[in-house]
């Protein structure tokens, strides 16, 4: 059985730079604003990990997430907030050998960012490659535990005016590791479809007392995200009278067997990769000027890493939630200001409770 906890964070307002570049020139909480997510997940039952979340500064100019996120867990605290066996890569890797992805698909790093124009018209922009792994699988190489691959993933929004709100999810190229073993290319679900992968080899997402991976197997739903309530986000992540929202959601439902392939319980995982919105009020008017995409706001990115924390310092057991890694928060243009980054915790109780 698994049992939820619940972990807040709530950081400080933290005040940097000089008066006039303090200058708000949109309202914090009812004015355009933009936000911008490279990777979140969902486990039911267990908990919900929310990476770093950029938000467009008061005035012109962008967030941007700092390089260093390569992956989701990026360390054992995020890991054992879900269970540790599902990895997102979604950054550069050091080497051919090291890579994730199928042949010929290059290390990069990702672009996300949530910027305010000089119109102050909010735009954000996610794109990167990302690769979702099993580690049960326990390959050789990293590419032999990728189960699904967007590659060339890209999604952004633009608020230009309450008639003007465009939103697009792209992928170059979708792979998926079919029931003969190997990574092979699936058409691309158009538009508001969802494309079913069914019976894939992926187990799930943390330890189950009396799983086998022989027999367990996971289905996945691919689609886009169309609408705000389709992300993973903190609460702080707002919306505003019009609202565009995009990304890519994968809807993971894995049916865990026991060695002689009686069902034990079913498990969910939701994930959504390059989760981005654009909102205004209802009396905004851009200002006057061009309106560039997200990543071209004239002023130069701020800092986005905020550090995760943990509720104590203890280490973390098979059956506590005494140390849960608590979430990275949204950085508001230089200004940390008081939102909540939550990561739901998961715990296990006692084998003879499952």
């Known amino acids: 059985m698994l049992v939820t ?18 200058a708000q020139s ?3 909480k009812t004015g355009p604003v933009a936000f911008a997510n490279v990777a979140s997940l969902k486990v039911s039952p267990g908990g919900t990990l929310i990476t770093e979340t950029q938000r467009s500064p008061l005035s012109p100019g962008q967030s941007k997430l700092g390089t260093d996120r390569v992956a989701v867990p990026k360390d054992s605290g995020e890991r054992s907030t879900f269970g540790g066996s599902y990895e997102i890569d979604l950054g550069k890797f050091s080497g051919p050998a090291q890579s994730p992805y199928p042949a010929g698909i ?38 032999d535990d990728t189960v699904l691959v967007l590659e060339g993933a890209k999604t952004s929004v633009d608020c230009t005016s309450a008639v003007k709100l465009t939103s697009t999810s792209t992928v170059s190229r979708l792979w998926v590791r079919g029931t003969d073993g190997s990574l092979s290319p699936v058409a691309v679900p158009s538009g508001g479809n969802t494309l079913q992968l069914k ?26 995200v169309t609408n705000f309530d389709g992300l993973i986000r903190q609460d702080g992540w707002r919306d505003g009278d019009f609202t565009a929202a995009a990304g890519w959601r994968l809807e993971v439902t894995t049916h865990v067997r026991d060695s002689g392939g009686n069902a034990l319980q079913d498990i969910r995982t939701s994930i959504v990769l390059g989760g981005i919105s654009c909102s205004i009020p209802k009396n905004f008017v851009a200002r006057s000027g061009s309106t560039g995409a997200g990543a071209n706001a004239s002023q130069a990115p701020v800092p986005t ?20 890694p608590l979430g990275i928060g949204l950085l508001f243009g230089g200004v940390f200001f008081a939102t909540l980054a939550l990561l739901l915790g998961r715990r296990r109780k006692a084998s003879r409770d499952l």
């Open 26 to 28: 949109v309202d914090e």
């Open 199 to 224: 019976n894939l080899k992926m187990g799930p997402p943390g330890e189950v007392n009396g799983a086998s991976l022989a027999t367990t197997v996971s289905d996945i739903a691919v689609s886009r």
């Open 305 to 324: 890493q905020v550090p995760a924390g943990y509720i104590s310092t203890a280490a973390p057991e098979r059956d506590s939630a005494s140390r849960i």
């Open 106 to 143: 290059a290390s990069r790093d990702h672009n996300v960012v949530a910027a305010l124009q000089q119109t102050l018209v909010p735009t954000a922009v996610a794109e990167t490659n990302y690769a979702l792994r099993d580690l049960s699988q326990g390959g050789a190489r990293p590419v």
């Open 5 to 22: 906890v619940t972990a807040l964070a709530a950081f400080p307002l933290v005040t940097t730079g000089t008066a006039s570049a303090q």
